[in-house]
């Protein structure tokens, strides 16, 4: 490692400044590292530098102005000046689904290296922290190596990220572990730069696993795959309780007490949606088919396909609760964000249930705390409303999409005043039923009686 900072410690870099770069950029920097966030949009970088978060995450964006504030933080276009800053550089690139297929689109990866890799004349590491096919990174490795003048002295890991939306910066600046993957036969300084940069959550007790790079990559697509098993296996349930007339909350209650199971990503619902979940594990079935592994993973599969379900059934129930025909109902649409404390409605629940009801005649209106102008710009054929009470002003029915805490405490009283109908679908099993039928709402809920 050469150069770092005045303290010895190494400056980092963190190429793509997306939801996972900028929030890694700035915690990085809260941590007392010089950090450089890297990426090809000039508007982003732009904002960036003015210490101006372009999406919402709690607490971020305070972060971020303080940071870029101090001077440790700071933004740029050019690779140039990333190669000769970093000691290690951190890729943090989206891999969203190929268009046409289930596949992961690595060109944005490829991308960093073919315009990195030239510049690197001096030993570094490239840490890997884009969720990516089984593979990517060992190729990533080889053209580095192949582009760099500096060569072997460049060094690959992996290091996938685990964070969640709506807890970005707990989740980095205290991970609940952190895996590192290594490449055999690479500088073995490589995992004591990567504890360095670590130290902080290691001394407070982030446990550290180090595998080989192949293995770091199946870790994250693997645990993003529990977590989806986990969240269908309960919507799987919601459909048997609704068949045999049973309640899935009590039963997620019951079967959560044994620790084995656990009680978290048992919510039943509406299903899950957002950026990762869904394409990861379409990612993960379409690499395990071209390794000849496909068997290992038909069971996704159904876990798409339980959780695709979720969403007609919803639809579904509203109709069944509705007392007259689709076209030309007023439905007030709770929720738009896939889940609350954030404003990202990629493939959200919330807004597929607003639009296929909206495609079936009714007058939709949404109204979400932080995702409308997201949604506005995605869904504009939808309505929006800037407040509850505006959404659900003479609404024939109100269907809660996204558990966020305004609409978990509303006053059932009070809201049935401003409705036509007190009808409501609770898809996120969040309310309490006896509280919403006392007021005199007809309340039905996935899962439940
Ligand atoms: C997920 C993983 O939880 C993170 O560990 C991972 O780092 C991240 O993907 C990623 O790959 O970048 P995130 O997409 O932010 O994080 O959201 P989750 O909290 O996992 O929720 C995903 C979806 O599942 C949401 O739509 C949520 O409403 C739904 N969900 C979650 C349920 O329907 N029921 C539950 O019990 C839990």
């Known amino acids: 490692m050469t150069d770092g900072q005045a303290d010895g410690r190494p400056r980092l870099t963190v190429i793509g400044c997306g939801y996972l770069g900028a929030t890694h950029a700035a915690c990085?920097?809260?941590?007392?590292?010089?950090?450089?966030?890297?990426?090809?949009?000039?508007?982003?970088?732009?904002?960036?530098?003015?210490?101006?978060?372009?999406?919402?995450?709690?607490?971020?964006?305070?972060?971020?102005?303080?940071?870029?504030?101090?001077?440790?933080?700071?933004?740029?276009?050019?690779?140039?000046?990333?190669?000769?800053?970093?000691?290690?550089?951190?890729?943090?690139?989206?891999?969203?689904?190929?268009?046409?297929?289930?596949?992961?689109?690595?060109?944005?990866?490829?991308?960093?290296?073919?315009?990195?890799?030239?510049?690197?004349?001096?030993?570094?590491?490239?840490?890997?922290?884009?969720?990516?096919?089984?593979?990517?990174?060992?190729?990533?490795?080889?053209?580095?190596?192949?582009?760099?003048?500096?060569g072997d002295a460049v060094a690959l890991a992996w290091n996938p990220e685990f964070l969640r939306e709506g807890h970005a910066i707990d989740d980095t600046v205290a991970?609940?572990?952190?895996?590192?993957?290594?490449?055999?036969?690479d500088d073995p300084t490589t995992e004591q730069t990567l504890r360095a940069v670590y130290t902080g959550p290691i001394a407070a007790g982030s446990p550290v696993v180090v595998c080989d790079l192949a293995t770091a990559e199946l870790v994250k697509v693997a645990?993003?795959?529990?977590?989806?098993?986990?969240?269908?296996?309960?919507?799987?349930?919601?459909?048997?309780?609704?068949?045999?007339?049973?309640?899935?909350?009590?039963?997620?209650?019951?079967?959560?007490?044994d620790e084995r199971i656990g009680r978290r990503f048992l919510n039943a619902g509406l299903g899950f949606g957002g950026g990762c979940l869904p394409k990861d594990i379409r990612a993960f079935m379409a690499r395990a088919g071209e390794l000849g592994a496909g068997d290992a993973l038909t069971f996704l599969r159904e876990v798409d396909a339980i959780n695709q379900r979720r969403r007609a059934r919803v639809v579904d129930l509203a109709g069944e609760l509705l007392d007259r025909p689709w076209p030309g109902a007023r439905i007030a649409v709770l929720g738009a964000a896939f889940k609350p404390h954030s404003d990202d409605i990629r493939d959200s629940p919330a807004?597929?249930?607003?639009?296929?009801?909206?495609?079936?005649?009714?007058?939709?209106?949404?109204?979400?705390?932080?995702?409308?102008?997201?949604a506005r710009r995605t869904w504009p054929t939808l309505a929006?409303?800037?407040?509850?009470?505006?959404?659900?002003?003479?609404?024939?029915?109100?269907?809660?999409?996204?558990?966020?805490?305004?609409?978990?405490?509303?006053?059932?009283?009070?809201?049935?005043?401003?409705?036509?109908?007190?009808?409501l679908v609770d898809a996120r099993n969040c309310l309490d039923p006896t509280r919403w039928r006392a007021a005199g709402w007809t309340y039905r809920a996935l899962g439940r009686p």
């Open 28 to 150: 990085m920097a809260e941590l007392g590292f010089e950090v450089l966030g890297v990426d090809v949009d000039v508007e982003r970088v732009k904002s960036l530098s003015a210490g101006r978060l372009p999406f919402f995450e709690p607490g971020l964006a305070e972060l971020l102005s303080a940071q870029v504030e101090s001077g440790r933080l700071r933004f740029t276009t050019s690779y140039a000046e990333a190669a000769d800053f970093g000691d290690v550089h951190f890729v943090c690139v989206s891999t969203p689904q190929r268009a046409g297929d289930f596949a992961a689109d690595v060109s944005r990866l490829d991308a960093v290296v073919t315009d990195l890799a030239p510049l690197l004349d001096r030993p570094c590491v490239v840490v890997g922290k884009s969720t990516v096919p089984v593979g990517t990174a060992e190729r990533m490795r080889q053209r580095l190596r192949q582009l760099a003048p500096a």
């Open 175 to 185: 991970p609940d572990r952190l895996v590192l993957g290594l490449a055999g036969g």
């Open 223 to 257: 645990a993003n795959a529990f977590l989806a098993t986990k969240v269908s296996f309960i919507n799987a349930m919601a459909e048997l309780c609704e068949a045999a007339g049973a309640d899935v909350t009590r039963l997620a209650e019951a079967i959560g007490h």
């Open 351 to 374: 807004l597929n249930v607003a639009g296929r009801m909206h495609l079936l005649g009714a007058h939709v209106t949404v109204h979400d705390p932080k995702a409308m102008p997201n």
């Open 384 to 423: 929006y409303a800037d407040t509850i009470d505006d959404a659900c002003a003479g609404a024939h029915l109100v269907l809660l999409a996204t558990e966020w805490p305004q609409f978990r405490e509303l006053d059932p009283a009070a809201l049935a005043t401003l409705v036509d109908t007190p009808a």
